[in-house]
Structures are given as structure tokens and as C-alpha cells.
């Protein structure tokens, strides 16, 4: 079984900063691609920023050159230093893991489009 566990949400005034963490547990041999998405009240949840396992990045536009995503492969954790906050950042966030290659009893599997249970992240203004 693998699973997803994100740390790091809080509260914080604009301008501020936070880090994320995603930390994917189980018997994982490699993930392919990790990210982070964020869904606001009322809104649809919206890709932030993602990770191959090769580094390659991609943020969306509201958060270029504010946000980094970063990742440890040997740890299969996801990171994502939040810089600069504004209100409209306010939101879950939600940790995914798409790809994964897991052993389990000499059993491979492969998991796909897994969600962490999301972190609450505030910002006042």
C-alpha cells in the first residue's frame, strides 16, 4: 500500500512563507512524476507545480518565481517552498504522485494518480 502524508500547512501573514512537504510511504522502488495542486472554496482543484524524477519542472502562472518544487528521490519526498504569499494563495493543498513502481511480497505494482489528504494553507492580508 502506498500512501501520501503532506506536512507543512499553516497560517501567515501576505508576503510570508511556508514549505510544504509530501512524504510517499511504501515499499517504492521509483515515482515518476510528483506534484502539488491546490483547490480554493468554490473553485476547482488547479495543478501549482510539478516535479519529474528527472528534476524537470512546471509551475502555473500565478506562482512563477514565487513557488519551488523541489524532491528528494531517495526519501520519495516532494517539497514546496512557498515565498512571497498572497490571500489569493489561500487554499488546500493537495500532494500527487502519479506513476509509482511498488514491491510488495515480491509483487510489483504500479499506482497511479495518488492524492495525499491535503494541508490547509491561510494567508492573511
Known amino acids: 500500500q502506498v500512501q501520501l502524508v503532506e506536512s507543512g500547512g499553516g497560517l501567515v501573514q501576505a508576503g510570508g512563507s511556508l514549505r510544504l512537504s509530501c512524504v510517499a510511504s511504501?515499499?517504492?522502488?521509483?515515482?515518476?512524476?510528483m506534484g502539488w495542486y491546490r483547490q480554493a472554496p468554490g473553485k476547482q482543484r488547479e495543478l501549482v507545480a510539478s516535479?519529474?524524477?528527472?528534476?524537470?519542472?512546471n509551475y502555473a502562472l500565478p506562482v512563477k518565481g514565487r513557488f519551488t518544487i523541489s524532491r528528494d528521490n531517495a526519501k520519495n519526498t516532494v517539497y514546496l517552498q512557498m515565498n512571497s504569499l498572497k490571500s489569493e494563495d489561500t487554499a488546500v493543498y493537495y500532494c500527487?504522485?502519479?506513476?509509482?513502481?511498488?514491491?510488495?511480497?515480491?509483487?510489483?505494482?504500479?499506482?497511479?494518480?495518488?492524492w495525499g489528504q491535503g494541508t490547509q494553507v491561510t494567508v492573511s492580508s
Open positions: 511504501g515499499s517504492i522502488i521509483s515515482i515518476n512524476v
Open positions: 500527487n504522485a502519479d506513476h509509482i513502481t511498488a514491491q510488495a511480497m515480491g509483487v510489483m505494482n504500479v499506482f497511479y494518480n495518488l
Open positions: 516535479i519529474t524524477s528527472g528534476g524537470r519542472t
